[in-house]
T-cell receptor
Framework: DAKTTQPPSMDCAEGRAANLPCNHS???????VYWYRQIHSQGPQYIIH???NNETNEMASLIITEDRKSSTLILPHATLRDTAVYYC????????????FGKGTLLTVNP | GAVVSQHPSWVICKSGTSVKIECRSL??????MFWYRQFPKQSLMLMAT?????????EQGVEKDKFLINHASLTLSTLTVTSAHPEDSSFYIC?????????????FGSGTRLTVV
């Protein structure tokens, strides 16, 4: 699997957009970009994924660069409950595919 | 979406005893379950992959005789930490593919905080 690089921490003001970057310069053509988050002392939660097109769901938007070497997760209106560690994972998928978690980005949303 | 129920959410046990952690898939049949361990301020580390009706596959460095995994049915996978020691204190999390469509992401249990005293 391609490796990912994320900043260790970021801050965001409540109500503002949070933009979390991820570099995955060695991503291959069949690999998806997944984002998960982990609120303190809970199991990770799936947020969104994409292959090459930008994606949006009720939780977030995912912007993938044209060369697919980086992506940005956008939380449009961050709330205090969005404070969590956000993991960017690259995976070619499959029903038995093991996810490899990096260190992620600790996003702290401040009042 | 898929739901995985993990119990207990926390447990304290004495050194030398065994602890069982259960993960149930509530609304679908999970043929594969992944077990992770997470130490404080660290990321999740995959311990093993359990498959219904067959032996689990352990990651390098994980003692299979210490961490017993049973996946006897399509809705239940268990992790037993045998002869637990303080260094086994950790956050244990199960996960499986989110229902029938792996592209919808993996579903995780809520985790079990194990403290061995």
């Amino acid at each position: 699997d391609a490796k990912t690089t994320q900043p260790p921490s970021m801050d965001c003001a409540e109500g503002r957009a949070a933009n979390l970057p991820c570099n995955h310069s060695t991503i291959s053509g069949n690999e998806y970009v997944y984002w998960y988050r982990q609120i303190h002392s809970q199991g990770p939660q799936y947020i969104i994924h994409g292959l090459k097109n930008n994606e949006t769901n009720e939780m977030a938007s995912l912007i993938i660069t044209e060369d697919r070497k980086s992506s940005t997760l956008i939380l449009p209106h961050a709330t205090l409950r969005d404070t969590a560690v956000y993991y960017c994972i690259v995976s070619s998928g499959g029903s038995n595919y093991k996810l490899t978690f990096g260190k992620g980005t600790l996003l702290t949303v401040n009042p | 979406g898929a739901v995985v129920s993990q119990h207990p959410s926390w447990v304290i046990c004495k050194s030398g005893t065994s602890v069982k952690i259960e993960c149930r898939s509530l609304d679908f049949q999970a043929t594969t379950m992944f077990w992770y361990r997470q130490f404080p301020k660290q990321s999740l580390m995959l311990m093993a992959t359990s498959n219904e009706g067959s032996k689990a596959t352990y990651e390098q460095g994980v003692e299979k005789d210490k961490f017993l995994i049973n996946h006897a049915s399509l809705t239940l996978s268990t992790l037993t930490v045998t002869s637990a020691h303080p260094e086994d204190s950790s956050f244990y999390i199960c996960s499986e593919v989110g229902g029938l469509d792996w592209k919808q992401g993996y579903t995780f249990g809520s985790g079990t905080r194990l403290t061995v005293v």
